[in-house]
């Protein structure tokens, strides 16, 4: 979470409401169609996900199992800055506000 600093506290409500009323095993963000972190995640996949080591693991694993998943759409900025030019180009957007 830390790596995607624009989201803010209503989206990760509204995460936790749809994965409550929907029921399904995992409920995902949507980025370009495909399921996307942040995500929460039944307990039933909890063994599988510790096995991943990769940053990308879970956007991958969610692929696979599409069928378990319920993909929420909103308009909110899903960035994830896992390199100095992204970080630096989000802070740029940021003071050109």
Not at 71 to 91: G, K
Request: hydrophobic share 45%; net charge negative.
């Amino acid at each position: 979470m830390v790596d995607q600093p624009l989201i803010n506290a209503a989206y990760y409500d509204l995460l936790i409401a749809q994965f409550l009323t929907f029921k399904e095993r995992i409920t995902a963000s949507n980025l370009a169609h495909k399921p996307s972190v942040p995500a929460i995640f039944d307990a039933y996949f909890f063994d599988k996900l510790s096995q991943l080591n990769e940053d990308k693991g879970a956007k991958q694993f969610m692929q696979a199992v599409s069928d378990d998943v319920f993909i929420v759409n909103s308009d909110i900025n899903l960035v994830d800055i896992d390199t100095i030019e992204t970080y630096e180009a989000v802070l740029n957007s940021i003071r050109s506000c």
